[in-house]
């Protein structure tokens, strides 16, 4: 079984740099769009036989999937195991000032142990998005986001999560993940940024 694990495309906030989590207002900019129409084409190449589209029910991954809908030909199905991580309070701000936080540090270097406040631990993301995909049988794309993307590459990886931020998963990014024995690995890559 192959999995594509997708992230959504650009938002307004990735490219000014704001933390989204649950904040749901931000749809996908043109470049976004742009991204998945080419990592849809790219995907249509590959000619691997994907059943169906999941997506997280965010406005950015919603219109990403609709994208790989149209091109591809394929029903989509909208799961909240898929949305991002929970930032609580952190939501909306910009980047500069969550640098400055007195709880970056832990952010940063010891991601397991932080939960923002009123938010989500990594390890309850991480075990939502894994319960998941456990439970897929067919050829499947997901269409999530980037931390909830990262703590799956780290479980396959069989990383701490303390290493989700060295992951990049940027946006409009696959990763092709194969299914055998009952364990995952990551086969294939690809950024729609850089082709």
Known sequence: MIVGMIRHGETNANRDEIVQGR?????????????IERLAQYIGELGIPFRWIYSSPSRRARETAEILSYVLGLQVEYDTSLLEMDFGKLEGLPYSEVYKRKDFRTMAERFSQY???????????QQRM??????????TLIVSHAIAIATV??????????HVW?????NGHLYLLEKKGGRFTIIKGYDALIG
């Open 23 to 35: 904040l749901d207002i931000h749809g996908l900019t043109k470049r976004g769009r742009q991204q």
């Open 115 to 125: 939960r923002a406040p009123g938010g989500e631990r990594s390890v309850d993301v």
């Open 130 to 139: 894994v319960n998941f995909l456990e439970q897929l049988r067919v050829n």
């Open 153 to 162: 590459l780290c479980w396959i990886k069989d990383l701490s999560l303390d």
């Open 166 to 170: 060295e992951q990049n998963v940027g």
